[in-house]
């Protein structure tokens, strides 16, 4: 789909499905083994991203019944199962910093947003299932301008 072809959204299931599919069209080239619509609890394989839907706001935009929308989606990225061998720190940091890239090269989501940017990168761990993983969480800010959606008709 081309830029002429979207429309500003101010739907935050609109943004979290075409994350999926972009990430699922480039996991290959990402290193990326699968991505997952919400987060799940059981992670069979890594690296693994999980595309989930943050807090989304509306404002009024002046006088008209135009609103500011802002939405946040996390990407949250499984790298390893940790171990008793030392885990390539280096490796997490270089996998991290090519999804945000990829990202980024998409400031505008296709149209689908005025502007987007990963906000915050925070790495850590999370248990699933009894495993611990190494992970890194993406924090991706949008703001988008739509007219309130009883307008419409």
């Avoid at 997952?36 to 999980?50: H, K, Q, S, Y």
């Avoid at 996390?74 to 940790?82: A, C, D, G, I, P």
């Avoid at 005025?114 to 924090?139: K, W």
């Amino acid at each position: 789909m081309s830029t002429l072809d979207t429309i500003l959204t101010g739907d935050i299931t609109v943004i979290t499905r075409y994350w999926y599919d972009e990430l699922e069209a480039n996991k290959g080239s990402l290193g990326i083994r699968h991505v997952f619509d919400g987060d799940r609890i059981l992670i069979a394989e890594t690296p693994t991203v999980a595309v989930v839907a943050g807090p989304k706001q509306r404002e009024l935009y002046g006088a008209s019944m135009m609103t500011t929308v802002e939405m946040v989606v996390y990407f949250l990225v499984y790298h390893k199962r940790l171990q008793a061998s030392v885990l390539n720190e280096r490796e997490v940091q270089e996998l991290s910093q090519s999804i945000e890239d990829f990202i980024h090269s998409k400031v505008n989501a296709e149209g689908r947003v005025q502007v987007g940017l990963v906000t915050t990168v925070e790495p850590g761990y999370a248990d699933r299932q009894g495993t611990t993983f190494r992970t890194t969480r993406m924090t991706w800010e949008a703001r988008s301008r739509v007219l309130l959606p009883s307008t419409y008709n």
